[in-house]
């Protein structure tokens, strides 16, 4: 096995014996399974309601996971002092980081598959359709994930993880929130409230191009053109952070 092979499944390991995910996961199947009780107010809008509230709490969860596992990734190497062990084999920064990355990676894509069978079990037990969205739906958000994790790895890389968690929350609603600032400033008859909508709406990621939930919801389709485009922003953007954060931790002092 590789070095970095071994690093990214110490990092699942490390990550799936953590209290706080296995707390999370807990709650996720209750969240999900008391959903129910939501549609109970629902009369024609069954299906839809079940839908939104699954996935919805999904997303919820699995990026509160995120944040966290992410966020607190090097400062805890660093408190243990494990990363000067790192650092002084035949290991390089870059491939440590990647490895942690991937690692983090892994474990949400293990917890959202899990999500993912108990949400589509729900849907069966209550003899709701299954399309193709919903599946969609689910598979976009570990891209989402993705960003989100290598941003919390790119502030973690100069902040504590108390900081950390704060910038990536804030950049995490921000981003769902973008597409929204930026047409309510267009309306603005101030050039520069205009300017600053646009600037803000290119400078941060637009998260809601990869939230496919209202379409998962009333049951529309997804071509295939906006999906790859939707993945492939998705995945810009984390190259992005991760290299941001590659440069920041290759010239960081741990003394």
């Not at 990214?8 to 209290?19: D, L, Q, Y």
């Not at 996961?25 to 629902?42: D, H, M, R």
């Not at 598959?113 to 969609?136: E, Y």
């Not at 995490?172 to 008859?189: K, N, P």
Request: net charge positive.
């Amino acid at each position: 096995m590789s070095a970095f092979s071994a690093m990214m499944w110490n990092g699942f390991r490390e990550a799936r014996r953590n209290r706080v995910t296995v707390v999370v996961g807990v709650f996720a199947v209750i969240v999900l399974l008391s959903s129910t009780l939501v549609t109970e107010v629902t009369v024609t809008t069954f299906d839809r309601v079940l839908t939104d509230f699954g996935l919805g709490m999904m997303s919820l969860i699995l990026a509160f996971l995120a944040i966290f596992l992410s966020c607190g990734l090097l400062s805890r190497e660093i408190e243990r002092r494990t990363i000067f062990l790192m650092v002084s084999k035949p290991v390089s920064r870059t491939q440590f980081l990647l490895a942690r990355l991937a690692g983090t990676m892994l474990t949400l894509g293990v917890v959202l598959v899990a999500m993912t069978l108990i949400f589509l079990s729900q849907l069966l037990l209550f003899r709701t359709p299954i399309h193709s969205t919903h599946l969609v739906a689910a598979g976009a958000m570990w891209f989402e994930l993705l960003v989100l994790s290598s941003a919390g790895i790119l502030f973690s890389s100069f902040c504590g993880p108390a900081v950390s968690s704060i910038c990536t929350t804030g950049l995490y609603f921000a981003g769902h929130l973008a597409g929204d600032l930026y047409e309510i400033s267009s309306y603005s008859e101030s050039q520069m409230v205009r300017w600053m909508g646009r600037t803000i709406f290119y400078m941060l990621p637009n998260l809601e191009r990869m939230n496919f939930k209202p379409q998962a919801t009333y049951a529309l389709p997804v071509d295939a053109t906006t999906l790859l485009s939707a993945l492939g922003y998705g995945t810009a953007w984390a190259a992005v952070f991760t290299a941001l954060a590659i440069f920041i931790f290759e010239r960081r002092d741990f003394r």
